[in-house]
């Protein structure tokens, strides 16, 4: 393994359009910074959108006396504690394909085109090269 990123690349076959291949590589520091920034920026404009259509600090203040049910609370904890979901998808995906063997080029707008499958695939993929132990945490010192 090398220190950089660009070094460390994987060929990964798509199980769900053989005999096609993406090559993707390592993010670098700077990259996953700007994935989990542009992820956090998103989620707090969700959020903060999310309390004003249901009413403001008054509503959140009756839906935090409100008791979860444990597959809610299940489903809340597993959102914190996925590491996809620090990282911006359309960030990691322009920043860790490098190529494929599609007879289309590698573009912006190409990769903007993927189908939910094939996104969710390669994302996942790049994060796993990137962060080989899964552990978003501790890797990116948050």
Known sequence: MSIFASYVTRTVPLPFDVPHT??????????????????????????????????????????AGLDQSSAVAAELDRRRTDPAQLY???TVLAKGV???????????DRLADLDEQASEFLF????????????AEKKTGS
């Open 22 to 63: 993406v090559t993707i590589q390592k993010l670098s520091g700077r990259h996953v910074a700007l994935a989990r920034d542009k992820a956090r920026e998103a989620r707090t404009v969700a959020s903060v959108q999310l309390v004003k259509t249901m009413g403001g600090a008054a509503a959140v203040a009756d839906v």
């Open 98 to 108: 490098t190529g494929w063997t599609y007879d289309e080029p590698l573009t912006p």
């Open 124 to 135: 996942h993929a790049i994060l796993d090269l990137t962060l080989p132990n899964g552990d």
């Open 88 to 90: 911006d998808r359309p």
